[in-house]
């Protein structure tokens, strides 16, 4: 089968934490499909009320819940659970076995970073970020080094 | 005493976790002086190096560790335990009590950044950063709401 879909139509979210539920009300607003999977149900209550996508109760490092998702259609997948080696290891399924062309993980620690980076799994810290952010804020009107 | 030092010189930071003592670091690096905040000795192992402030291991909802920290010579106070009401609490005290000009703290639950900002506290939420910058990454190339 060589039929592609548009780029970056069809996401799926893993994890329905603070992250994953606000990443998907974006995408969603953005008129993107995605579906939110999570182990447990109460989760998809934090989703709001303008996410249209769909949402699975099940345990991601299942393959049968992946192929429920559909990864083999996924233009993205992104990990967001609140574990790093939970995130990587679904990360490495969706890019390696599936081929996902886009996969993203979030991470706590920032070391690990570059297993992820041989992987060809490009990943996003929020320690690193909320840094950077906040060292901005604060050294004001100053160059980058 | 009507002496003010030099805009954004004297920085007490209060929680060494990942995302405290990455902080410490990086304004350390930029030849800010740095004061770090922790219960746990240990946290500062954390702090790189090229870290070349100080450190005091007490708990900073003490008065007298905020005293001996010279919370009244602050220019900046950045409160990021992984305790959202820690945080707003001791950010008060900062704000109300010492009158120093520019207080920042990190919250992990967005819905409570109105309180901060009544009090005139900035925020840095991580995971409000992390969702914005995955959605970026995913909608490329396309006009921002």
Known sequence: MT??????????????????SHLATLLSKKGK?????????????????????????A???????????????????????????????IAQIAKIIYKVP?????????SKQSIYEELGIETVCPTMLSALELKNTIVENELED
């Open 102 to 110: 886009k996969v993203i993980a979030r991470l706590f620690e920032p």
């Open 33 to 57: 499909s995605v579906v939110v999977i999570d182990r447990d149900q109460k989760s998809f209550e934090r989703l709001k009320d303008s996410f249209s996508g769909f949402t699975i109760e």
């Open 59 to 89: 345990d991601a490092i299942e393959k049968d819940t992946l192929l429920e998702a559909k990864i083999d259609k996924a233009d993205v997948v992104v990990t967001v659970t609140n574990d790093d080696n939970t995130n990587i290891m």
């Open 3 to 20: 039929y592609r879909k548009k780029k970056n139509e069809y996401i799926i979210i893993i994890g329905c934490g603070r992250l994953g």
